[in-house]
């Protein structure tokens, strides 16, 4: 187990072309011993290559990774004692699952006594205990993926543990039993966990930090909580909640208020020096209420529609031509017609050239 | 439909089954007649039609003095050189077909699909083109009508089959294997001999039996590049035809020309059958 340091990385698939294309864009990163990260992205935004590179398969075109302080980006993949785990299981088919589970042991002349005692013991963990004299390829696709889990948590002292979209083809039920399964062995084995979807709620329940990325940018580090409340540019107030955040193009209208359809909204940001520039206030459907005794930074709408979602209701209303979204608990009653929305001011973020001020 | 269909898939495959099974049937009979029995009209049923003997088996493994044509060593010469020549070409047709299938090559234009191509046009070519350049280039190396000298070529020959059945055969196999090797700490050799090759088991059984059998049926090179020293069964049947054509001797001697590709048969249809064609993934 160690501390992962990204220092500087960069790749391109084409560093030799006249404009070579980046798939990962320069940036820097540590991945703390024996937390769990989640890196979170559409398809396509340089996920994988970056798993891919601390994993040693790519060699990143510059920059340098350190664990423990340690240089790695010139060892080769099998010198760095990492497990990888990717999105369609893969498994020895003409070997039995033990011998699956043992093959990163074996590699590495672990005796015999060790290699059976963490065979059982992770084979234990994910209940594979009953299939371990079968032949691998007659598993059910699900257990083949927990095959390709095991060997990665098989070796303690491994650096950590990367998982590209593992559970993309194991039942939605098993699904919640696993990612509860692994964030038990992170805290039992103290595994750093780096865990790449395209799922936000897969993240939000995982992680302790979650790494956003798009289009071969980090956009945002930071916790499930940082990233809902204040997230860093419009991108990720789009791509992490649902519904998306309420976005509004206007411009400062004083240091604290912004206008929206006429109506003032003051903010807890300060805006003197954005006078008279294009700016967006975003704001969160959870954080909108109806308003009840409030006094300011209430904005009048026209109920579109009300949904009923289960456990909240989900209105959406028209400001003029805007539309705002506003998550409500089940019990509220939504006026027909018009509705009176509070804006909380400390929950406001605003916007300038789509990152936040 | 069921019904109909179960029919007509048993009526064509017993239509079939006849088609290729009487041929060998019609040498099977042939092969224990004597010259009166095969030339005084259609016989089918031993002891009724005809009187069975055993010469035309006894011819093939006498020793010309003593009248007989002796197949004994073209057969274990034939053997020998399709082995060696298949075991060889699976070996490096093997390790380049993986080299083709999982790093990128770069020469000029030439890419790695080129150099695949490269491999099969050696069989597209009609083999007489290569008959004269072979035959030099034997001569030149003191190699002619050597067992050597037909493991060599056949190599050549057999080869392409063997890179262009395992590239197609690697390229199916994801490389998240390999990978997941590397990454579970064996280095790309070991990688390749523990975890790929064992997966690969399906694949090196059909390039076996390509290999195999168009080595074995070969009489053009086998003809052509050797002389008095050494000759292949192919060479030695056809041999064996005279003004008097002994259909017996012929038919006995194609019978057991056919029994290693049966045995060769039933081995890759136990393999093929056990379904062990399925990938590691998924």
């Known amino acids: 187990m160690s501390k992962i340091n990204l220092n500087k990385i960069s790749h391109s698939y084409n560093p030799n072309d006249a404009n070579p294309t980046y798939a990962l864009n320069p940036f820097s990163m540590t991945w703390e011993d024996g937390k769990r990260y989640a890196i979170l992205g559409p398809s396509g935004c340089g996920k994988t290559t970056m798993l891919n590179i601390v994993s040693g398969l790519v060699r990143p075109s510059s920059g340098k990774i350190l664990f423990d302080d340690k240089d790695v980006t010139d060892l080769k993949t099998e010198n760095r004692n990492i497990a990888q785990v990717f999105q369609f299981p893969v498994i020895y088919s003409t070997m039995t699952v033990y011998d699956n589970l043992a093959f990163p042991l074996r590699c590495r002349d672990f005796s015999k006594e060790i290699v059976d005692e963490r065979v059982n013991s992770v084979a234990e963990t994910l209940n594979l205990k009953s299939f371990l004299n079968l032949p691998a390829r007659k598993l059910t696709a699900d257990q083949k993926q927990l095959i390709s889990l095991g060997r990665g948590l098989v070796r303690e002292d491994v650096a950590a543990v990367l998982m590209d979209e593992p559970l993309t083809v194991i039942d939605p039920d098993l699904k919640f039993k696993l990612r509860r399964n692994l964030k038990e062995i992170n805290e039992q084995y103290k595994t750093t966990l780096v865990y790449v979807t395209h799922d936000q709620n897969e993240a939000m329940t995982f992680a302790d930090n979650i790494v956003v990325m798009s289009e071969g940018e980090v956009v945002q580090t930071g916790t499930p909580k940082e990233l809902f409340e204040r997230p860093n540019t419009t991108f990720v107030g789009y791509f992490i909640g649902s519904p998306a955040m309420n976005l509004f193009e206007t411009d400062a209208s004083s240091a604290n208020s912004v206008k929206i359809n006429d109506t003032l909204i003051k903010t807890s940001t300060d805006l003197s020096k954005l006078k008279d520039k294009k700016i967006k206030l975003g704001i969160r459907s959870e954080f909108i209420k109806i308003a009840k005794d409030q006094k300011e930074n209430i904005i009048s709408a026209n109920v579109e529609k009300v949904e009923d979602l289960g456990n909240y209701k989900l209105l959406t209303a028209k400001i003029g031509s805007l539309t705002i979204k506003s998550k409500i608990s089940r019990e509220t009653e939504v006026p027909l017609d018009k509705v009176d929305l509070h804006i909380p001011e400390d929950k406001c973020c605003i916007y300038e050239n789509e990152k936040l001020i | ?282």
């Not at chain 2, 040498?27 to 039609?49: E, M, Q, R």
């Open chain 2, 1 to 282: 439909m069921g019904k109909l269909y179960t029919f007509l898939k048993y009526f064509f495959i017993t239509i079939w089954t006849v088609f290729v099974v009487a041929p060998f049937l019609w040498a099977l009979t042939t092969s224990f007649k004597d010259f009166n029995s095969v030339n005084g009209g259609v016989t089918y049923i031993p002891w009724v039609d005809f009187e069975p003997n055993l010469e035309g088996w006894r011819v093939l493994i006498k020793s010309p003095a003593e009248g007989g044509v002796d197949i004994v060593e073209p057969y274990f010469n034939s053997l020998f050189v399709t082995c060696t020549a298949s075991l060889i070409s699976i070996i490096l047709g093997t390790l380049s077909a993986y080299a083709l299938s999982r790093y990128t090559f770069k020469a000029g234009p030439i890419k790695n699909n080129d150099i695949t191509f490269f491999f099969i046009s050696q069989r597209i070519m009609p083999p007489i083109v290569l008959s004269i350049p072979f035959f030099l280039f034997l001569g030149a190396v003191n190699l002619l009508d050597s067992l050597i000298g037909l493991i060599v070529v056949y190599i050549v020959l057999l080869m392409p089959i063997a890179v262009w059945i395992m590239v197609d055969f690697f390229n199916k196999v994801p490389r998240e294997i390999d990978e997941t090797a590397l990454i579970d700490g064996c280095n790309p050799y070991q990688a390749f001999f523990k975890v790929v090759l064992p997966n690969s088991i399906p694949g090196l059984i059909v390039a076996g039996m390509f290999c195999i059998i168009f080595g074995w049926i070969d009489f053009f090179f086998a003809f052509i590049l050797t002389f008095t020293e050494v000759q292949l069964l192919p060479v030695k049947i056809v041999a064996l035809n005279s003004s008097i054509t002994p259909w017996w001797s012929l038919s006995a001697s194609a019978l057991v020309s056919v029994a290693p590709l049966i045995v060769v048969a039933f081995i890759v249809e136990r393999y093929l059958s056990k379904g062990n064609l399925s990938g590691a993934i998924k």
